[in-house]
């Protein structure tokens, strides 16, 4: 679509929020007018009447330069449906809602039958029961509804009515061209793997392992050779930049302008796509949205790398604080993980607003431990996670959340409990009543110091809080976080069952001022794929033996 259509003009929502932004602004009087947020369905379904402009506003999920996930095809086929129902229950006015679809050829791939088939619904006149005419603009406008933007600010000094079309030199053009042909082989890879073939790409770290060692002047070489594989030029700048910054210019260009102009032209290569848009800031505009409905649905979130330093968040945030995390912690830790967890917290919060069940006994979301196992069981599956479109990683979420990925990981009947701690420890899921035995046990020893590396639960974690209340379960969590991994973390918890059990059945039973959790799993010998029951018994012997309770007038069996 051209950036004008006979008068009529076509930006992309979040310019049209930008000039929104000066609604009620006045200096003299201290006002900051409407806050810049992303415009919803209901303004983007509307002409707009600017100065002597009539413009029409592109829905924000199509907004190719906010963030990568419009250039899924299956995200913009469930965005439309989506769309289309919320119009549908919440449009009031007696005029037509009207909203304007991008289409281009990349988004007719192999695998877009969704949006296909979403198309000729909309051809055929109606989705759902819901009545709805396609024609052109000019015709579609004298039936929308129309609202004036009397904007004080001279429109000159807001916007270039033609900075959203695509300029670019003779010499960008060939470049776009060759990056096309050169990561031809590495396209048709990429959506193999979605498919669910084996991975034949190297894996992102096997790129970063190859850049380290390299010499400035190698890892120019790298990124100006066409034989090598886009994901790898682009590792290679990325390492240029954390060497000598992004001001370096190669082939004529700075670094960073190559980062921008890779995340402009490519389609279909998710690798790229993704670090790209982590080294240069983007972000969804839902994210707000989305960790709001998960917040409701009690679970914390937890961001950051596994292993590395995490940012737990308990109730919703500013969409700006909530790009601070994702821009500062995630960026320093990996510049992949900037995107990856955006994209999981959208799909989080989808499957927990479609399928709440699946997260039953979980009060902990930790992203980073979540895209760890993923990518594990993907990998011995022969597939690369971070080449996977969104659509594709969402479903091998989903998978995973159900049993059914950790089912085909384990698949001996012999490991049905290591599927189980696997599955279990990386979504933090805990046993019903797991928090209310370890309250209990605090109360009952109120000398008692737990401990697990170093973090510590103490009686005076339970002042001011109810064994049911959710601060007590985030002090709980974080004492457990300190396992190392998944399958770690679930043993800590059975074991601190089993200790918890054993104290309220018997409650003239005194324990040790200070018990080591990790120590104690470690003395019972425990082993990964043991039966609950068989985790129970050396824990119970280990506890007896080594003289963990001091028993006043009774014995242990």
């Known amino acids: 679509i051209n950036a004008e259509s006979q008068s009529v003009y076509i930006w992309p929502s979040n310019k049209l929020s930008h000039l929104l932004s000066y609604l009620g602004r006045s200096e003299v009087l201290g006002l900051t007018g409407r806050p810049q947020r992303p415009l919803g369905s209901l303004s983007t379904s509307r002409v707009w009447r600017i100065g002597s402009k009539t413009v029409v506003s592109v829905p924000l999920y199509q907004d190719k330069q906010d963030f990568y996930i419009c250039k899924d095809e299956n995200f913009i086929a469930k965005s439309i449906k989506n ?131 390299k010499t400035v002047e190698e890892l120019c ?165 971070e080449y996977l479109p969104p659509h594709s990683l969402k479903r091998k979420l989903l998978e995973l959340l159900s049993g059914d990925l950790t089912t085909s990981y384990c698949s001996q009947e012999s490991e049905c409990f290591l599927r189980t701690r696997i599955l279990n420890g990386t979504l933090g899921r805990v046993p019903n009543g797991l928090y209310t035995l370890v309250w209990d046990l605090l109360r009952t020893q109120p000398h008692l110091t737990l401990v697990v590396m170093d973090t510590t639960l103490t009686s005076a974690d339970m002042a001011g809080v109810k064994p049911g209340e959710a601060d007590f379960a985030l002090k709980v969590e974080a004492f457990l976080s300190d396992g190392q991994d998944s399958i770690t973390r679930h043993l800590l918890v059975e074991t601190l069952q089993v200790l918890a059990t054993a104290v309220a059945r018997s409650p003239e039973l005194r324990l040790r001022e200070t018990v080591d959790v990790m120590e104690l799993l470690e003395r019972a010998k425990v082993n990964k794929n043991d039966s609950f029951d068989d985790v129970s018994q050396k824990v119970l012997t280990v506890l007896v033996k080594e003289d963990y309770f001091a028993v006043q007038g009774c014995s242990i069996s």
């Open 83 to 213: 769309h289309i129902r919320f119009l549908h229950n919440h449009w009031t006015s007696a005029k037509r809602p009207t909203f304007c679809l991008m289409l281009s050829s990349t988004l007719f791939k192999k695998d877009s039958k969704p949006l296909l088939e979403v198309l000729n619904m909309l051809k055929f006149g109606e989705f759902e029961g819901i009545p709805i005419k396609i024609g052109r603009l000019q015709e579609l406008i004298p039936a929308a509804k129309l609202t004036v933007l009397d904007c004080h600010k001279p429109l000159k000094d807001t916007f270039d009515f033609h900075e959203n079309r695509i300029l670019a030199s003779p010499k960008l053009m060939r470049r776009s061209l060759s990056i096309r042909s050169a990561d031809e082989n590495s396209m048709i890879n990429s959506s193999t793997q979605s498919s669910g073939d084996k991975a034949v790409l190297l894996s992102y770290q096997s790129y970063i392992q190859c850049c380290e060692t």
């Open 221 to 385: 070489l790298v990124s100006s050779d066409d034989a090598s594989p886009l994901a790898y030029k682009v590792v290679a700048l990325l390492r240029l930049i954390e060497v000598i910054g992004e001001d370096f210019i190669v082939e004529g260009m700075k670094i960073v302008d190559h980062i921008q102009h890779f995340y402009k032209i490519v389609e279909g290569d998710w690798l790229v796509l993704r670090l790209c848009g982590g080294y240069l800031g983007k972000s969804v505009d839902s994210l707000a949205p989305s960790l709001a409905t998960i917040v409701v649905a009690n679970k914390a979130v937890c961001f950051g790398k596994m292993g590395q330093e995490e940012k737990l968040v308990t109730g919703p945030l500013h969409p700006k604080l909530l790009d601070e995390i994702f821009h500062t912690l995630l960026r320093d830790q990996d510049v992949l993980h900037v995107c990856l967890q955006q994209e999981f917290l959208i799909f989080l919060a989808e499957i927990i607003d479609e399928a709440p069940a699946l997260f039953e006994g979980i009060t902990v979301l930790r992203i980073g431990w979540i895209i760890n196992i993923l990518a594990e069981i993907l990998l011995n599956l022969g597939i690369l996670l």
